[in-house]
Nanobody, 124 residues
Framework: QVRLVETGGGLVQPGGSLTLSCAAS????????IAWFRQIPGKEREGVAV????????YYGDSVKGRFTISKDNAENIVNLQMNDLKPDDTAVYYC?????????????????WGQGTQVTVSS
């Protein structure tokens, strides 16, 4: 059974940085695609960043391009999301998700495996 555990959330001032980690376990294939999504109460989940399990290619949502970086540590089955120049609009619960696909995608319905989420609050 796939298990995803997110860590690293917290309170940060605008302009600050934070790194989220997603520890994945229980998957049988070597090459899952892992993505980060975020959700504000009352709104739909928004795709933030994704990294391909096959070739390591990455893709970002428009609102975070140039500020966020997704990376993975294959040895530890951990995917990190480095978030820089954080803005109050980045405040949300951040989730990691895992599934298998030919091309990396930020379409939420394509993912069947989700973590519990970690809260990120950007405020002065």
């Amino acid at each position: 059974q796939v298990r995803l555990v997110e860590t690293g959330g917290g309170l940060v001032q605008p302009g600050g940085s934070l790194t989220l980690s997603c520890a994945a376990s229980g998957f049988t294939s070597k090459s899952p695609t892992i993505a980060w999504f975020r959700q504000i109460p009352g709104k739909e989940r928004e795709g933030v960043a994704v990294i391909s399990g096959t070739d390591g290619s990455t893709y970002y949502g428009d609102s975070v391009k140039g500020r966020f970086t997704i990376s993975k540590d294959n040895a530890e089955n951990i995917v990190n999301l480095q978030m820089n120049d954080l803005k109050p609009d980045d405040t949300a619960v951040y989730y990691c998700a895992l599934d298998y696909m030919a091309y990396p995608s930020l379409l939420e319905p394509l993912y069947d495996n989700w973590g519990q989420g970690t809260q990120v609050t950007v405020s002065s």
